[in-house]
């Protein structure tokens, strides 16, 4: 619609691209009839939207090669930002901590995320000393859930979704910070929004990525374990090889704070559109 209506004023198209819809569907829903009926559909979308606009955000650099063909535009890489919200996390305090560490993991339970095929088994491995706390929903919650019962895992908590509030009091709670993604091509490309949330914390982040967001994690992020997708035997070595400690990630919140990065990205709006004025 943004399209349409730039290409009928004859006005500027800003985008600020978040993920790659097509990519990401076509990976998930594997049925020949969906990918027959809405690749091309979608890719007809893409080029009519990604090939008018004069300027695109990509908030992951991993999208970067998809947009090669539309030259046309030029671009910027503003990230997602941490919230103020999460900017105010308090630090952790040296108190005496339960035995059995908690893996938090908070957010969609989805196929992108496929917690089913890494929680269970990992639980199993990792036994007693270690539970996981999943709080979230999703169409691949029942998949999970599934995997847990085959697995007989009595250290796992599947909790739905809770407030902001309630939240914060969980990452405070919780000793690693779990976010992971699926093995399939799109997840290489996205960065996951709720990397920006732990990072403002000072708790160890356990991340099951890979492409750009392992990238990411390794170059903005201390204190970070990072494995592979599905990794269980990876995350159960790092886990044991790891000295636990918290570190209040500075440079990070400083580089990433929400409106300093709208700020950016405003500014960059601005000089497009006096650049054009002057063009005019």
């Not at 198209?13 to 829903?29: G, K, M, Q, S, T």
């Not at 990452?171 to 920006?196: E, G, M, T, W």
């Not at 790092?238 to 990070?252: D, I, K, M, N, S």
Request: with cysteine; net charge positive.
């Amino acid at each position: 619609m943004g399209a349409q209506l730039a290409r009928k004023q004859s006005g500027l198209l800003f985008l600020d691209i978040r993920d790659l819809f097509r990519e990401a569907i076509l990976d998930v829903v594997k049925s020949p009839l969906v990918h027959g009926l809405l690749n091309p559909l979608l890719r007809a979308v893409e080029n009519y939207t990604f090939g008018y606009a004069s300027h695109i955000n990509l908030v992951s650099r991993g999208f970067q090669s998809y947009f090669e063909p539309f030259r046309q535009a030029t671009y910027s890489y503003f990230t997602n930002g941490i919230d103020t919200a999460f900017m105010n996390v308090p630090i952790s305090q040296p108190v005496q901590r339960e035995p059995q560490k908690t893996i938090l993991y908070a957010g969609n339970i989805g196929e992108g995320q496929g917690l089913h095929t890494i929680i269970p088994e990992a639980a199993r491995q990792l036994g007693s000393a270690y539970r996981f706390l999943v709080i979230g929903d999703g169409g691949a919650r029942q998949k999970l859930e599934a995997a847990l019962r085959a697995t007989n895992s009595t250290n796992v908590e599947v909790r739905p979704p809770v407030d902001r509030r309630e939240l914060l009091a969980e990452y405070q709670n919780a000793d690693y910070l779990f976010v992971h993604l699926n093995d399939i091509d799109a997840c290489k490309r996205v960065l996951p929004s709720k990397l920006f949330e732990y990072g403002a914390t000072d708790k160890p982040i356990i991340a099951g990525v890979a492409g750009y967001a392992a990238t990411f994690v390794r170059e903005y992020l201390p204190n970070s374990l990072v494995i592979n997708p599905g990794d269980v035997a990876g995350l159960v070595r790092q886990l044991g090889e790891t000295p636990y400690y918290t570190q209040v990630r500075t440079a990070f919140k400083t580089r990433f704070k929400r409106q300093t990065i709208n700020k950016k990205m405003a500014r960059k709006i601005r000089r497009i559109l006096e650049k054009s004025r002057h063009h005019t």
